[in-house]
């Protein structure tokens, strides 16, 4: 059974900085994954992912001061978050999708297993 569990989160000042952390277990973490957000009241967003190639990608949001890293021998996935920003406040989730084809890790609609996700919270 496939389970991921994030944490890392809590309330920081604007310019501060977080690292949030994804445990992965009963999951072969070897295809795409990916961070996504949710704000009150807004749909869910990819953040930043690993597609199955490896390749690293970011919402134009954060890029620039996000930066996403996978541990394969430990199953841990990370979301290093610098200059943060009160509009980055949000719930955040780590996702997994499993596939035989190449996957992005960063589309909502395609991903397999989500975690439960970690507050952030950025006041200003």
């Known amino acids: 059974q496939v389970q991921l569990v994030e944490s890392g989160g809590g309330s920081v000042q604007s310019g501060g900085s977080l690292r949030l952390s994804c445990a992965v277990s009963?999951?072969?973490?070897?295809?795409?994954m990916g961070w996504f957000r949710q704000a009150p009241g807004k749909e869910r967003e990819g953040v930043a992912a690993i597609d199955s190639d490896g390749n690293l990608s970011y919402s134009d949001s954060v890029k620039g001061r996000f930066t996403i890293s996978e541990d394969n021998a430990e199953n841990m996935l990370y979301l290093q978050m610098n200059s943060l920003k009160p509009e980055d406040t949000a719930m955040y989730y780590c996702?997994?999708?499993?596939?035989?084809?190449?996957?992005?890790?960063?589309?909502?609609?395609?991903?397999?297993?989500w975690g439960n996700g970690t507050l952030v919270t950025i006041s200003s």
């Open positions: 009963g999951y072969l973490f070897d295809n795409c």
């Open positions: 996702a997994a999708e499993v596939t035989d084809d190449y996957c992005s890790g960063s589309r909502v609609s395609t991903m397999d297993y």
